[in-house]
């Protein structure tokens, strides 16, 4: 099983700019795509951004021209760029890794806090 490690989260101010990693223990292009999702407090787990082994980006239409997601094949990690952010941001974030068969991979996640 792969482990998913996220890391870069923490506390910033309204405005500011983080950036989440997350690195895999296998080769990234053994999944068909890779997300970031969020889970905020009394919320469900919601998708933010996804990109998959050819390239193809979508995000949630809450966060486009905000966050930018990429990844480093050489690396074996996707990154989640995250700019202006605003309260309503914080949650806590998690990679996923997907397959074209059976279930995604999880994180353990990384809190991100947005607050004055």
């Known amino acids: 099983q792969v482990q998913l490690v996220e890391s870069g989260g923490g506390l910033v101010q309204p405005g500011g700019s983080l950036r989440l990693s997350c690195v895999s223990s296998q080769s990234i292009l053994n999944f068909s795509a890779m997300g970031w999702y969020c889970q905020g407090p009394g919320k469900q787990r919601e998708v933010v951004a996804s990109?998959?082994?050819?390239?193809?980006?979508n995000y949630a239409d809450s966060v486009k021209g905000r966050f930018t997601i990429s990844r480093d094949n050489a690396k074996n990690t996707v990154y989640l760029q995250m700019n202006s952010l605003k309260p309503e941001d914080t949650a806590v974030y998690y990679c996923?890794?997907?397959?074209?068969?059976?279930?995604?991979?999880w994180g353990q996640g990384t809190l991100v806090i947005v607050s004055e």
């Open positions: 990109i998959t082994n050819d390239g193809r980006i």
């Open positions: 996923n890794a997907r397959y074209i068969v059976g279930a995604p991979d």
